[in-house]
């Protein structure tokens, strides 16, 4: 029932993460058949000389058989470490092509990932119960399909080559051993392309099933796809605390401002608006709202203004209306133009009598 609500394709991050457990698309059909292509191909290429290297050892071995029946200790060891020198000049150059060959067809589907949680020991890779589910399967069952189908084609293959050929060897005895090996190498050379050949199709049809097989397992439900989406966006509590030092900051950015106010219109302790009016500043059709808060901030901007000599007056519906209508750092609107001109006014009066008062003095 859980894999029948897995509807939704996996999103970028599913498929980050599941890269980086190494749970990666790839078929291995696409590695073994051109890496059996191009295993025959270089021993094709290589045959001649092979087969001159492989007679002249012969050749050289034989030449050494020592006049007598004995063989010594020291001549054995000799021996088997020349013997094995030589295989392995034999050897080398077909396993190296071997390990590139899949190596470079192993990181052009992987892309080059390397996963260490593949290394890592987990107790579920030896749940019995669990290989037991996993080896009966739908993919298991597939599986045992392909691998039939490729032992049935590789059969008639073999059984067709070696049919229409058998009348050509039985000719051939009697002929020159070195034109009867050629033969034959040939014969198993070509065999081994036209199973390549319809392995080449095998393969492709392979690759789409296991992209099809690995779109499948990482489908998702959407509930998952939900989860996904709030983690991407953070956890509640950091994003609060974090929203919550942002409103601290422009608090005080506000408060800074608040000495450079004309005046502070508040009501009388529940709302606090300042108020700023530059006439010579061009950009600025109207007063602008510097600092505003209710409760406890409204007290604090009030404070500050009257530490810093700003005027503070008092008119409730004045200061309750700007409050929830003007944000902070924009002009007020038209419809306060009036209400707010008459305090600025008396506010500048007031400013002006209390210089005139301070020259007479």
């Known amino acids: 029932m859980a894999d029948d609500n897995r509807t939704e394709k996996a999103t970028p991050r599913k498929r980050q993460d599941e890269r980086k457990k190494g749970n990666i698309f790839q ?73 590139v060959t899949a190596f470079v067809f192993t990181v052009a589907q992987t892309r080059g990932n390397f996963s260490k949680e593949q290394l890592k020991f987990q107790i ?10 996993n080896f009966f399967s739908i993919k298991s069952l597939v599986e045992l399909i392909k691998s039939m189908i490729k032992i049935t084609v590789i059969f008639y293959i073999l059984y067709r080559n070696i049919s229409s050929n058998i009348n050509i060897f039985m000719r051939m005895v009697g002929s020159d051993i070195l034109e009867i090996i050629l033969w034959i190498a040939n014969t198993v050379i070509s065999m081994i392309f036209n199973i390549c050949v319809i392995m080449i199709c095998f393969s492709i049809f392979d690759y789409f099933y296991q992209w099809w097989d690995y779109e499948r397992r990482l489908r998702m439900t959407k509930e998952e796809i939900k989860n996904e989406a709030k983690q991407a966006e953070g956890d509640p509590q950091i994003k609060g605390k974090i929203r919550e030092q942002q409103r601290s900051i422009a608090r005080m950015r506000m408060m800074q401002k608040v000495p450079e106010a004309d005046v502070v219109i508040k009501n009388p302790t529940h709302y606090a608006v300042a108020i700023k009016y530059d006439p010579e500043n061009k950009k600025q059709k ?47 609107p038209g419809q306060f133009y009036q209400a707010v001109a008459e305090v600025l006014a ?15 003095k």
């Open 124 to 133: 579920s890779r030896i749940n019995i119960l669990k290989g037991l589910k």
């Open 27 to 99: 078929s291995r059909e696409i590695t073994n058949v051109f890496g059996l292509l191009i295993f025959t191909f270089v021993l094709q290429m290589l045959g001649p000389y092979y087969f001159k290297y492989f007679k002249d050892t012969i050749v050289f071995y034989i030449n050494k058989l020592p006049a007598s029946n004995v063989l010594e200790s020291r001549d054995v060891t000799r021996t088997v470490a020349d013997l094995m020198i030589r295989v392995m000049i034999m050897v080398l150059p077909l396993a190296v092509t071997a390990a």
């Open 286 to 332: 109207a007063p602008i709202v510097v600092a505003k808060g209710k409760g406890y901030i409204a007290l604090k901007i009030i404070a500050i203004a009257e530490d810093n000599k700003v005027t503070v007056t008092e008119n409730r519906p004045l200061a309750r209306a700007l409050y929830q209508s003007v944000k902070v750092g924009r002009e007020i």
């Open 346 to 360: 008396f506010v500048y009066n007031l400013k002006k009598r209390e210089r005139l008062y301070e020259i007479q």
